[in-house]
């Protein structure tokens, strides 16, 4: 049975006052409840919020463990260590097991251990008080995303994961400002606390949450535009393995170009960033305060981008999964030209104002490139998807990006006697304009597999939740 796709020659068909106020009405969030989205929304942002209190307080941690570059660097490591070994499984756990239950379950855990970190009397202490919270991390991306969705249609997802999204920004700006007053005020260990408390008792909200079946929102979807497929419904009989299930996401092009893509992405709006409060205290002479908001600054920017590029994803889906793609495109190749340059140029107006628009434009495609996502993984292993779409950005971006620039800049002060600020400079230059190559490279093929993957994946996905169901 034939599924149609949004695609680029589609046009518009004139609607009587009853039929738009229909289309009005599945155009709404509202009409799909808004709960979930706040929960997962704040939870999102305040795991974004300790990693910015741990950004902004870096520096006070090297000097009071008396540590180097790249010891310090290890820290980011702390929480990936847990992460990468567990969302992979945790993906394929929440395939099969109640997803807000793993997500409420790994933020209490989260938050437990974000107040352990707190009473760190040694900087090994920290390394794994700080590693615990990698159990949490790991159920955000295989549970988050997929639940979304699950509760919200295509006609809705794009606003609805580039809302949750924008989360990463927020966090990091309330991360960098209220975090940087409160690290400056009272030292960075209160910052940890300020970011455990909230987590604890949002995760316990979670626990309110309803579980949606797999694949709920794309079902009720194809069951509006024909009814009588509601009568040749079925669940498939058996989920699929850990290894069957990652074979199946590495086996579509698209997802496959796009979970290397995220990568590089990481390694620069969160990795590279991670570094920005240390080189505006090293290089221009900022307080940590004044470092912090700098940073807020930034992610500023990101968070109104991300905000209305939800918006904006929803329109291009009208035109196309391509369409997204190719935006996406431009994005990543915008933010390689505007950081490369930016950290090139030795002033920090310039600097800051060329970082503000690449992130501005690239985290302007995020929630498209997210919707991709979505419509190219089954979705009986969406989860699992999203596990490997976050574990690349956290992994091989968010965690090696730190330990990458600090080794570079030590490489500098050791080999070449450049001063600190001016090596952490260098390092930022090569990691941007090297790694952002490659992403614009794997978004670029992405997008010109998008639009059939998208419609193979769903004929796929109707045909095995039916059994003779007849053609429309």
């Not at 290894?243 to 709006?269: D, K, V, W, Y």
């Amino acid at each position: 049975m034939p599924i149609e796709v949004a695609d680029e020659d589609e046009h518009e068909e004139e609607l009587t006052p009853e039929q738009g106020a229909q289309v009005l009405l599945a155009n709404s969030i509202r009409a799909y409840g808004s709960k979930a989205l706040v929960v997962l929304f704040v939870l999102n942002a305040i795991d974004e919020f300790d990693r910015a209190v741990l950004a902004v307080s870096l520096d006070r941690i090297r000097v009071s463990f008396h540590l180097s570059d790249w010891q310090v660097s290890l820290l980011p490591l702390a929480v990936i260590f847990i992460t990468g070994l567990l969302s992979l499984p945790a993906g394929n756990l929440a395939d099969r097991m109640s997803r807000t239950k793993i997500l409420a379950y790994g933020s209490i855990v989260w938050g437990g251990a974000g107040l352990l970190a707190a009473s760190a009397t040694s900087f090994v202490y920290l390394f794994f008080t700080r590693a615990l919270l990698g159990v949490g991390q790991a159920t955000i991306n295989p549970t988050h995303a997929s639940l979304l969705s699950d509760y919200y249609p295509v006609s809705v997802r794009g606003r609805v994961l580039g809302y949750h999204r924008a989360a990463n920004p927020l966090g990091q700006v309330l991360g960098g400002v209220v975090g940087g007053v409160i690290i400056a005020w009272l030292g960075w260990r209160w910052g940890f606390v300020a970011a455990a408390v909230p987590g604890l008792l949002f995760g316990m909200l979670a626990l309110t949450l309803r579980e949606p079946k797999r694949g709920e929102a794309d079902l009720n979807a194809a069951v509006a535009e024909n009814p009588k497929l509601a009568d040749f419904l079925k669940e498939p009989e058996d989920a699929m393995s850990f290894r069957e299930s990652l074979g199946t996401i590495f086996g579509i092009a698209t997802l496959r170009n796009l979970i290397f893509a995220n990568a590089a992405f990481g390694f620069t709006l969160i990795g590279v960033a991670f570094w920005l409060p240390g080189l505006l205290e090293r290089r221009y002479d900022f307080s940590t305060q004044e470092a912090g908001l700098g940073f807020a600054a930034l992610a500023l920017t990101s968070f109104f981008a991300t905000w209305f590029g939800g918006p904006f994803a929803d329109w291009c889906l009208r035109r196309g999964f391509s369409f997204i793609a190719n935006f996406a495109v431009f994005a990543t190749m915008v933010l390689t030209i505007t950081w490369t340059i930016g950290f090139a140029i030795p002033a920090v107006v310039p600097m800051l104002v060329l970082l503000s628009v690449g992130g501005l434009v690239a985290s302007f495609g995020i929630p498209g490139i997210t919707a991709l996502v979505a419509a190219t993984a089954p979705p009986r292993i969406r989860s699992q998807a999203f596990a490997a779409f976050g574990l690349a950005l956290a992994v091989f971006g968010a965690a090696a990006a730190p330990l990458v620039v600090g080794a570079i800049s030590e490489l500098f002060q050791s080999q070449w006697g450049v001063n600190e600020g001016d090596s952490l400079r260098y390092a930022m230059i090569i990691a941007s304009a090297t790694v952002m190559s490659l992403g614009t490279y794997f978004v670029y093929r992405a997008s010109r597999t998008a639009g059939s993957d998208a419609q193979r994946v769903l004929q796929d996905f109707i045909a095995e939740h039916t059994d003779g169901a007849p053609d429309r």
